[in-house]
């Protein structure tokens, strides 16, 4: 009979059940959204591309052909430039449109590195919500740029008693009083208007790679861009006046507010 303890662990399992319903969580869903709509802005490509040229990386990021090679750093780049490089992406992306410095940074450096777009794994990474124990942070207290960052991404907190119930968590929040005068009033006096995080519909995913296709061959007349589309894919063909209408709209999606 075996062990409970010589037992494989089934990533997968532990996956679907601890990671997948937070990454799945509507808070979650709404920050990728923002941070999808972020990496469109010309601001962001071109910062992208000028840390690239910086620190020596590809164009299009290092070769990731197969599973192993995903490792940080890469082979060819220069381990000593790993801590310049998050502190780059911090500065020059997360403190400007509000992303949490590190959550957001090994994203970042990911996609840098690799040009992949994968969001981090731990519970409570990347999302509208922490959960975190108070009273330990105070005991053991964190540097000052991770405090800055989650004072900045997180800057309300409720604090829970260990006897509380989930209903009396729900019942706290839904009450009308609390989540105006209290909840309300204390997100409105740390909203940036500037940050869409919220505001980012969700988009047809077949329609957005059309879009994307169409924006990176702007460059091309309508003529070639239809027929580009044509043989890109059937369902894809529309007239010459929508893929005009469609650059010009992409135009000002990818510009700063």
């Known amino acids: 009979m075996t062990d409970k303890k010589d037992k494989i662990f089934d990533a997968d399992k532990y996956y679907k059940e601890n990671v997948e319903p937070y990454i799945e969580s509507q808070g979650t869903k709404k920050m990728w959204n923002y941070f999808l709509d972020v990496m469109k802005k010309d601001y962001f490509v071109e910062t992208i591309r000028e840390l690239r040229k910086k620190y020596k990386i590809p164009p299009n990021?290092?070769?990731?052909?197969?599973?192993?090679?995903?490792?940080?750093?890469?082979?060819?780049?220069?381990?000593?430039?790993?801590?310049?490089?998050?502190?780059?992406?911090?500065?020059?992306?997360?403190?400007?449109?509000?992303?949490?410095?590190?959550?957001?940074?090994?994203?970042?450096?990911?996609?840098?590195?690799?040009?992949?777009?994968?969001?981090?794994?731990?519970?409570?990474?990347?999302?509208?919500?922490?959960?975190?124990?108070?009273?330990?942070?105070?005991?053991?207290?964190?540097?000052?740029?991770?405090?800055?960052s989650d004072d900045m991404a997180y800057p309300i907190a409720i604090r829970i008693s260990p006897y509380a119930s989930q209903r009396d968590i729900i019942d706290f929040i839904k009450n009308k009083v609390v989540w105006k005068k209290e909840i309300e009033f204390l997100q409105n006096k740390y909203k940036d208007e500037n940050i869409k995080i919220g505001k980012i519909k969700n988009k047809n995913e077949e329609i957005q790679k059309r879009n994307d296709f169409i924006y990176n061959n702007k460059h091309k007349s309508l003529k070639e861009i239809s027929k580009m589309l044509a043989d890109k894919n059937k369902n894809w063909i529309i007239d010459q006046g929508h893929i005009g209408k469609i650059i010009s709209l992409e135009k000002q999606k990818r510009k700063e507010v």
């Open 61 to 148: 990021g290092f070769d990731v052909s197969t599973r192993d090679s995903y490792v940080m750093p890469p082979q060819g780049f220069d381990r000593n430039n790993e801590g310049e490089l998050r502190k780059d992406i911090i500065e020059k992306i997360c403190k400007k449109y509000k992303l949490h410095y590190f959550d957001f940074s090994d994203v970042l450096l990911t996609f840098v590195c690799y040009d992949l777009v994968n969001p981090l794994g731990q519970l409570g990474t990347c999302g509208l919500f922490w959960v975190s124990d108070v009273v330990s942070e105070k005991e053991e207290p964190f540097d000052g740029l991770c405090q800055q």
